[in-house]
């Protein structure tokens, strides 16, 4: 068949293969890296915030029953200070809280959170018995609700937002691990095709100049 064409309709046609190869090359890449950039993303902007949100629930959780036991222990200055110090730790629970709610639209996420919600609302109740303990001077009432039902509220509470960080690590792995195995796999597919064109390619020159110096020996 390519006997019958011009030469540089052969030689055109050899061309075209080749760049065609290379056409399919550079766009399966693209796309692939496009993926992994995806995957990327998702951990950096979404994944590794939550985390980040959720520790600092914990932060703020651990601040709370740092304050509540100074203002048990100190009186007067002192006490005042650590009572001040309990609305900007709960300020900060709630922004956060807002923010994940916002972002966090699994199912089990969202299981998590009401979790977290149900144990904030326990925790929070006690830590007003707590204080209204305080404010009447019931000293050996308080130190029951340490260790009792504060103590319990704050464990379930705690554990419930770990549950969350736990979540979070676990879904960001998974992002880390998928994206391993895209960019592993990728290079499978580039240095496949890359293979692939360069047979295509040795094969269509082969015979494109045996179409040429055939007839030209002859």
């Not at 504060?150 to 554990?159: E, F, I, P, S, V």
């Not at 960080?165 to 895209?182: L, R």
Request: proline share 1%; hydrophobic share 45%.
């Amino acid at each position: 068949m390519l006997n019958n064409l011009k030469i540089g309709v052969r030689l055109g046609i050899g061309f075209a293969v080749t760049l065609a190869l290379l056409v399919t090359i550079a766009v399966v890449s693209y796309v692939r890296l496009g993926a992994l950039n995806d995957n990327i993303e998702l951990m950096v902007n979404d994944r590794f915030p939550k985390t980040v949100q959720a520790n600092d629930m914990i932060d703020a959780v651990n601040n709370i029953a740092r304050l509540l036991r100074n203002a048990y222990i100190y009186s007067g200055a002192e006490q005042q200070k650590a009572l001040d110090g309990l609305a900007p730790q709960r300020k900060i629970i709630t922004e956060n809280l807002e923010k994940l709610e916002k972002t966090i639209k699994s199912e089990k996420g969202r299981e998590i959170l009401k979790h977290i919600g149900a144990s904030r609302t326990a925790y929070v109740a006690t830590q007003d018995k707590f204080l209204e303990l305080l404010k009447a001077d019931k000293k050996a009432d308080i130190v029951a609700l340490m260790q009792g039902d504060l103590r319990k509220t704050q464990t379930d509470y705690m554990a419930s937002i770990n549950a969350l960080i736990k979540f979070q690590t676990d879904a960001m792995n998974k992002a880390g691990k998928d994206a391993d195995e895209m960019v592993a796999a990728t290079e499978r597919l580039i240095v496949g095709l890359g293979v692939i064109a360069s047979l295509l390619t040795a094969i269509f020159g082969w015979f494109i100049t045996r179409s040429i110096t055939k007839p030209v020996g002859e």
